[in-house]
């Protein structure tokens, strides 16, 4: 077993970046990689490492070490794998995003099974992405997250929505879609709307589009409502409108 390590074995390390003459910048996007197999973690090393706006500040290889990683290397995003032997991501992932101010989870795996995906967004994940995905949509996808953007791979969005609405629910009251309706109905109209096209997986841009407002403003609705809904990010949104039955 790996153990909690820097990117490259040891401790990370990592002092902030400084422009011309001391000046500040931008800070990279610290991710942590947390995945039991060790050529998954070079791998990912290698596509994120040699980027300028984000850098790979440790690695871990089982669920049971992410509570260490995270207090020694402070990342913004953690990349988690679902299947490891001791403690698995979800399990991790949901102790993780209970505690206070905690990094986002982009959880990258090879299996992509309904229940996995829901449980993962529901426990607060940002995104969901299968280990074959392109290099190129990997980096994408952190650095959407790392913004508060949603990211969902279009195969696990398409299973997620249809085991969502699929038909066939028990007879009798639904608690999960009561609770949702409930919760929805205390928005505003506008409020309502910019729900619902979480809902859809619209971006901010599109949404700034389809309701003829600023990406500013929408940012602002989408903030207003994870504080009003008491939720962590967009797709738990998406999720409740789901749950809802208005999309």
Known sequence: ??????????????????????????????????????LVRAGLSMILGGLPDLTVVGEAADG????????????????????????????????????????????????????????????????????DTPPAEIVHAVRRVAAGEATLSPSVTRKLIAHVTAPGTPAGPD??????????????????????????????????GELFMSVATVKAYVSRLLTRLDLNNRVQVALLVHDAGLV
């Open 1 to 38: 077993m790996a153990g909690v390590t820097g990117p490259s074995g040891g401790p990370s390390g990592v002092a902030g970046p400084s422009g011309p003459a001391g000046e500040p910048v931008a800070s990279p996007v610290r991710v942590l990689i947390v995945d039991d197999d060790a």
């Open 64 to 131: 049971a070490e992410v509570p260490t990683a995270v207090d020694a290397y402070a990342p913004d995003v953690v990349l988690m794998d679902i299947r490891m032997p001791r403690v698995d991501g979800l399990t991790a992932t949901e102790a993780l995003r209970a505690q206070p101010h905690p990094p986002e989870v982009l959880v990258l795996t090879t299996f992509d099974a309904d229940e996995q995906v829901l449980r993962a967004l529901r426990a607060g994940a940002a995104g969901f992405l299968l280990k």
């Open 175 to 208: 608690p999960r879609r009561e609770r949702a309706s409930r919760l929805l109905s205390g928005l505003s109209e506008r409020e309502r709307q910019v729900a619902v096209a979480l809902g859809r997986g619209r971006t901010n841009a599109e949404i700034a």
